[in-house]
């Protein structure tokens, strides 16, 4: 069973930048694949970026290109996201997910999932 732990949400002024960090426990093969997803009040679940374990494939939405960077270190068990250039539109509840291989923007396709970290951008 894997266990995904999110931190390092807040708040934030537009323009600023603001860093995520999950810590997983549980199977390697389970984390092969993880990444984020985010949901703002009245929005469906929105995939942000997905990282696999060698970092061989890296995936972001149209939207967060150049803006948000994922990372992992693996001796950690831990998966990053950096977010710069912070916009209002950018506020949401980020969770962190992990799934075995192949990565995908599908929420449906995550098996395991964090607990969620609010991320407020104020104009």
């Known amino acids: 069973q894997v266990q995904l732990v999110e931190s390092g949400g807040g708040l934030v002024q537009a323009g600023g930048s603001l860093g995520l960090s999950c810590a997983a426990s549980g199977g390697t093969d389970s984390t092969y694949v993880m990444g984020w997803f985010r949901q703002a009040p009245g929005k469906e679940r929105e995939f942000v970026a997905a990282?696999?374990?060698?970092?061989?494939?890296?995936d972001y939405a149209d939207s967060m290109k150049g803006r948000f960077t994922i990372s992992r270190d693996n001796a950690k068990k831990t998966v990053y996201l950096q977010m710069n250039r912070l916009k209002p539109e950018d506020t949401a509840v980020y969770y962190c997910?992990?799934?075995?291989?192949?990565?995908?923007?599908?929420?449906?396709?995550?098996?395991?999932w964090g607990q969620g970290t609010q991320v407020t951008v104020s104009s």
């Open positions: 997910v992990a799934k075995g291989f192949p990565p995908t923007r599908w929420s449906q396709d995550y098996d395991y």
């Open positions: 990282i696999t374990w060698s970092a061989g494939i890296i």
